[in-house]
């Protein structure tokens, strides 16, 4: 099915916003049922959270769908894949004290998964960390045979024991990236309400096609989801108004408002919906959260 392209060019300027018009789009919007409970558990779905673009909400759509997805009885696992171990710490861990990190796994031989994954305050999700060392991976990648599956090998054990891995990407095109989208299933794109917000998903997109062609037949966009939504100004209205005209059914229904909320979470160092269980913020990550249960099962 294809993804409508955008009729009218509006207020908010893009390369090219319109997505490729095959394999990658055209799922069917989710009703977003209230998701049975599994009678077991894996093999793992893996959802790369990626926008090359800084500070749209990745992380913490990592962090607060890995939680909302454990809530529905998922076992999730949350890969930290940004050297700065933003994740981690959104988590209530202190990257530089960790003896070991997905940094070990992508390098050395010697160490196991199962050494490295920490369990997180949320029951049901675990946490493969990072810090900053993982930055030295890109380097020492770049001469290996298959340095794009180095993630895809490191996470294979893991697969069984888990129903959903999130790899949250850093803001790059880079190497790591490429590994993420190299051993995912589909791509979460959060896509911050901005006036500058749809410049570079062209580009990732065209990125994601080409992992697709040369490195993952499998991939594809589980779908955009709107993030840093202002419900009482016209321009983030607009914005996503613009971005569902783009993008139609890739654009989730649930879409994240701003709130300070959120910058308190990772002080707090725990998901919202510990947090403020019962905050808007915390519905709208159980709406998305029964979204991708809901396109991921329809994609397998
Ligand atoms: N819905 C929201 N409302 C208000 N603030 C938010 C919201 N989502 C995230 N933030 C805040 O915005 C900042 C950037 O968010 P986040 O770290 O999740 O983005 P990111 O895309 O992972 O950034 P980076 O590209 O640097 O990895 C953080 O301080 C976070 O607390
Ligand atoms: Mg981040």
Partial sequence: MSTPRPTNPGPVPADDPSPP????????????????????????????????????????SAINLGATLAEYGRRVLLVDFDPQG????????????????????????????????IPTKVPGMDLLPSNIDLSAAEVQLVTEVGREHALSRAIQPLLADYDMVLVDCQPSL?????????????????????????????????????????????????????TMYDPRTVHTREVRTRVVEAFGELVYDATI???????????AGEPITRWAPTSSGAQAYRHLAREVIAREAAAQ
């Fill in 21 to 60: 018009e095959d394999h990658i789009g055209g799922r069917h919007r989710a009703s977003a049922p209230e998701p049975a409970p599994l009678s077991f558990h894996g093999p793992a779905r893996v959802i790369a959270v990626a926008n090359q673009k800084g500070g749209v909400g990745k992380t913490t």
């Fill in 257 to 267: 408002n701003r709130t300070v909320k959120f910058p308190e979470t990772t002080v």
């Fill in 174 to 226: 880079g190497l790591l990236t490429i590994n993420a989208l190299a051993c995912a299933d589909s791509v979460l794109i959060p896509l911050e309400c901005e006036y500058f917000s749809l410049r570079g998903v062209a580009l990732l997109i065209d990125t994601i096609e080409k992992v697709r062609a040369r490195l993952n037949p499998k991939l594809s966009i589980s779908g955009i989801v709107a």
């Fill in 86 to 117: 933003a994740l981690s710490v959104g988590l209530g861990v202190q990257p530089q004290q960790l003896e070991r990190t997905v940094h070990d796994l992508l390098i050395s031989n010697d160490s196991k998964p199962d050494e490295v994954v």
